[in-house]
């Protein structure tokens, strides 16, 4: 049962355009969400978050939307930099069980 | 500021072995939690020790286990080690339990089992 997916295993975007990453769950107790990249022989960094109350947030470059009724997030990267090639892995927070459910994850590509 | 490590980096094991996995969290983190992440997924929580005590666990068997020590670094240990335990296990800190998700991770630990 995947409750975080990110249908798009690839993205590949050129340089100086904006990137767009989908993440879509279906479990409505989720109150809190987290975008974390990730670099090869890295562990995950965070990047951005927004709780549930929100609908955007906003960081530098980065931006994330949460559309509660579509059950559906998306984070915004514009403009997109070669730095910015990495995995991308949307999250939510289940405080319950005290623990963070990921999404399958994106390679985002940067193309210059 | 020290930040999560985690040891050893890659190991190869066969299958039935045991492996112990060790993790030392960032300065002041008491709280620490462990994912494993297959192959082409994302990472999938295992569990997580708070003040030396599980206090959260994910859909794992009881054979995949953990300890939490006073420094607050933590251990993980897999017994009878199967094909599908190949993974990367990475552990990640955090400050006073789980708060809102905000998780510290390390390089993580590469196992592999044959």
């Known amino acids: 049962d995947q409750q975080v997916k990110q249908n798009s295993p690839s993205l590949s975007v050129q340089e100086g355009r904006i990137s767009i990453l989908n993440c879509d769950y279906t479990n409505s107790m989720f109150d809190y969400f987290l975008w974390y990249k990730k670099y090869p022989a890295e562990g995950p960094t965070f990047l951005i978050s927004?709780?549930?109350?929100?609908d955007k947030n906003e960081d530098g470059r980065f931006t994330v939307f949460l559309n509660k009724s579509a059950k559906h997030l998306s984070l915004h990267i514009v403009p997109s930099q070669p730095g910015d090639s990495a995995v991308y892995f949307c999250?939510?927070?289940?405080?319950?069980?005290?623990?963070?459910?990921f999404g399958q994850g994106t390679r985002l590509t940067i193309n210059p | 500021e020290t930040g999560v490590t985690q040891s050893p980096t890659h190991l190869i094991k066969t299958r039935g072995q045991q492996v112990t996995l060790r993790c030392s969290s960032q300065?002041?983190?008491?709280?620490v939690s462990w994912y494993q992440q297959a192959l082409g997924q994302g990472p999938q929580f295992i569990f997580q020790?708070?003040?030396?005590?599980?206090?959260g666990r994910g859909n794992f068997p009881p054979r995949f286990s953990g300890l939490q020590f006073p420094n607050y670094s933590s251990e993980l240990n897999v017994n009878a080690l199967e094909l599908d335990d190949s993974a990367l296990y990475l552990c990640?800190?955090?400050?006073?339990?789980?708060?809102?998700?905000?998780?510290?991770f390390g390089e993580g630990s590469r196992l592999t089992v044959l």
């Open positions: 020790y708070y003040r030396e005590e599980e206090n």
């Open positions: 300065s002041g983190h008491n709280t």
């Open positions: 927004i709780s549930s109350i929100k």
């Open positions: 999250a939510a927070s289940d405080e319950r069980a005290q623990k963070l459910v």
């Open positions: 990640a800190s955090s400050l006073g339990g789980f708060t809102t998700g905000e998780l510290f």
